[in-house]
């Protein structure tokens, strides 16, 4: 079965720090992959998404992500964290075909100090 | 125009009633998903539908868990006779389409409480 891996549940940041939260799937297939954001009271809301092509992906709010297809990793980039990314931040993978189902991983609680 | 809306926002059951939760998905948008929040499970997938059938029902957790979708629109899941490990926060998205290509779009939620 497909899974999904996030390397850090809590992750404190001082302003102007960077970012980079490890996510990990397990599928030998072909995936579709996202990062989701939760911001404190609103919903879940799609930051950015690997379908195919160049492996460097840009979203909104200047985050990036890397697919290493090699590492089966998708791992979410920021240069310089502002306090409004505190959120909570959720790496998913479908499988291309299927009917589109989400798993996602545990999450990663960011909170950024000002 | 109006995203993905829930009904009840919060629901506070005693363990063994019934309760039904409502999604209200993006107009045109034929598949449809619903999801549980809950501490120490992360985000799990429940049941997709596209239009008004389920071909994948393959995260419902029991048999006391059903939904339905009329009209290719609303969709209501329903608990049957409540335990307290379903306290959760059960989330709605829509999508155009129904693959692994398109942006789900997420509702607020239902914060589930089974006292």
């Known amino acids: 079965a497909q899974s999904v891996s996030q390397h850090n549940h809590h992750v404190i940041l001082s302003e102007a720090a960077s970012l980079e939260l490890g996510c990990n799937y397990s599928?030998?297939?072909?995936?579709?992959l996202f990062w989701y954001v939760q911001y404190p009271g609103q919903h879940l809301q799609l930051l950015l998404k690997y379908f195919s092509g160049d492996p460097l992906v840009k979203g909104i709010k200047g985050f990036e992500a890397e697919f290493i297809k090699s590492k089966f990793s998708f791992n979410l980039r920021k240069p310089s964290v502002q306090w409004s990314d505190t959120a909570e931040y959720f790496c998913a993978v479908t499988s291309s075909g299927n009917t589109g189902k989400l798993i996602f991983g545990q999450g990663t609680t960011l909170q950024v100090k000002p | 125009g109006a995203g993905v809306s829930q009904s009840p926002s919060n629901k506070v059951t005693e363990k063994g009633k019934d309760v039904e939760l409502r999604c209200d998905p993006i107009?045109?948008?034929?598949?449809l998903y619903w999801y549980r929040q809950s501490l120490g499970q992360g985000l799990e997938f429940l049941i997709y539908?596209?239009?008004?059938?389920?071909?994948?029902k393959s995260g419902l957790p029991s048999d006391r868990f059903s939904a339905e979708r009329t009209g290719g629109s609303v969709s209501t899941l329903t608990i049957q006779r409540t335990q307290q490990e379903d306290s959760a926060v059960y989330l709605c998205a829509s999508q155009v389409g129904g693959t692994g290509y398109n942006e789900q779009f997420f509702g607020p939620g239902t914060r589930l409480t089974v006292l």
């Open positions: 107009s045109g948008h034929t598949a």
């Open positions: 599928y030998g297939g072909t995936v579709n």
């Open positions: 539908f596209q239009g008004n059938s389920a071909p994948d």
